[in-house]
């Protein structure tokens, strides 16, 4: 097999990813079939295919000048000009293998200009404990934080003061909030956090993305999301931009119910509680 990149027909009938792609890596390359022949506007949701066919219609051969994997990561250069650099992501979601290719441009634009602040959230540093059943958790680099692992009860992300558990919050993928909605799975995960002193679902990625799934429909997740909000009041479900920013506002949310759980304890009341699960959640439409 050739050492270029190649883009060829999917022969699969009745697909909505009508293209192979094939990346010149390992003995045998990666096949993925796939909706664009390159991620030009927004990151392409991609599948792995066991084999390349036999006799493919080929749409472009493109020549590699390089291309590497580091981790979860495929970079991937070619010998142009333009429209030369670009990353094939793997993830899992729902048990399953998913891989999303992006450019440099669109890895741009799903990032905004922001740059985090570094003062101390309530003006202490937070003792983040992470379950450890969370894959590729958050590390809380940016912010005055120290991390710890163990098994916790409810969520992936949690606050204590001794042995009493404060504040707890399960992080979700896009495509995992979706499909825990439309399964029913989520309900019972609301039901757990809003059980807790404080409870919350953070999400990595902004509210316009449920309109941009591949396998959901857009109507049906949204009112998903709605229908839990308004059953499980005091849980909020959070969209951040960036997986920086879902960090960035866990560990300001996680300093302030320290804050809160310090006042409840010494028997006062914080000069700014207001009524209701929603209180302070903002009006950008990607929930920042």
């Known amino acids: ?3 270029d990149l190649l883009i060829a027909r999917n022969p699969e009938e009745g697909t ?23 991620p030009r506007t927004t990151k392409v949701y991609c599948q792995r295919v066991g084999e390349w066919p036999e006799d493919p219609e080929i749409v472009e051969c493109l020549a590699v000048r390089s291309i590497s994997r580091r981790g979860a ?6 010998e142009r000009g333009r429209e030369n650099r670009s ?21 741009k634009q799903a990032r905004p200009n922001v740059t985090v602040p570094t003062a101390r959230a309530h003006g202490r540093i937070v003792d983040i404990v992470v379950d450890t059943r969370e894959r590729y958790g958050y590390k809380f680099s940016a912010q005055q934080a120290h991390t710890s692992k163990r098994g916790l ?32 799975k989520m309900t019972y995960v609301m039901a757990d956090l809003a059980a807790q002193p404080r409870g919350a679902v953070i999400v990595d990625s902004g509210y316009s993305k449920l309109f941009k799934l591949e ?11 709605a229908e839990a909000q308004a059953r499980f009041p005091t849980v909020p479900i959070v969209f951040c931009e960036t997986r920086a920013l879902a960090q960035e506002w866990l560990y300001r949310w996680f300093g302030a119910c ?20 929603m209180v302070g959640m903002p009006t950008d439409p990607d929930g920042l």
């Open 153 to 184: 009860p409810v969520g992936d992300y949690a606050v204590f003061d001794g042995e009493d558990l404060v504040a707890t919050a399960e992080r979700k993928s896009i495509e995992d909030l979706a499909s825990s909605l439309l399964s029913g």
């Open 1 to 3: 097999m050739p050492d």
């Open 73 to 78: 990561a495929i970079d991937l250069v070619l």
């Open 215 to 225: 396998h959901a429909p857009a109507s049906s997740v949204a009112d998903a999301v």
């Open 258 to 277: 320290l804050a809160e759980w310090d006042l409840d304890r010494a028997g006062k009341s914080s000069p700014t509680q207001l009524s209701g699960g």
């Open 87 to 107: 990353q094939f992501v793997l993830t899992r979601a729902r048990g399953r293998e998913m891989v999303f290719w992006q450019s440099r441009r669109t890895a």
């Open 16 to 38: 909505s990813l009508p293209y192979l792609v094939r990346l010149p890596l390992g003995p045998d390359g990666i096949v993925l079939k796939t909706r664009e022949t390159w």
